[in-house]
């Protein structure tokens, strides 16, 4: 199983950008899936997830700025972000737990995505 993510890049304060990441490969079933993201210096941490249903969760930064969405049928997760602030530059992984067709369960990370935000 395989994640790829898109859509980073250099944007101004204010602005907007998304990102997406699809899931490839031995998938019986995608189960919750989200968007982490580590600064510079820092931990990685949650952003946003959302399950196979459709239930959402964000960080309090990003919470009225940042939606998390899904498309079940094609495995891929985007993230809209919008009034981006500098403090949200950072490399973006999303992740997914997979029930594989062997039927276990993994967690995947994707390879990561570059967002900054300029002032």
């Known amino acids: 199983v395989q994640l790829q993510a898109s859509g980073g890049g250099v944007v101004q304060a204010g602005g907007s950008l998304r990102l997406s990441c699809a899931a490839s490969g031995s998938i019986f079933s995608v189960n919750t899936m989200g968007w982490y993201r580590q600064a510079p210096g820092k931990q990685r941490v949650v952003v946003a997830t959302i399950t196979s249903g459709g239930s959402t969760n964000y960080a309090d930064s990003v919470k009225g700025r940042f939606i998390i969405g899904r498309d079940n049928v094609k495995n891929t997760v985007y993230l809209n972000m919008s009034t981006l602030k500098p403090e949200d530059t950072a490399v973006y992984y999303c992740?997914?737990?997979?029930?594989?067709?062997?039927?276990?369960?993994?967690?995947?990370w994707g390879q990561g995505t570059l967002v900054t935000v300029s002032s």
């Open positions: 992740h997914a737990a997979v029930t594989t067709l062997q039927r276990y369960v993994y967690d995947y």
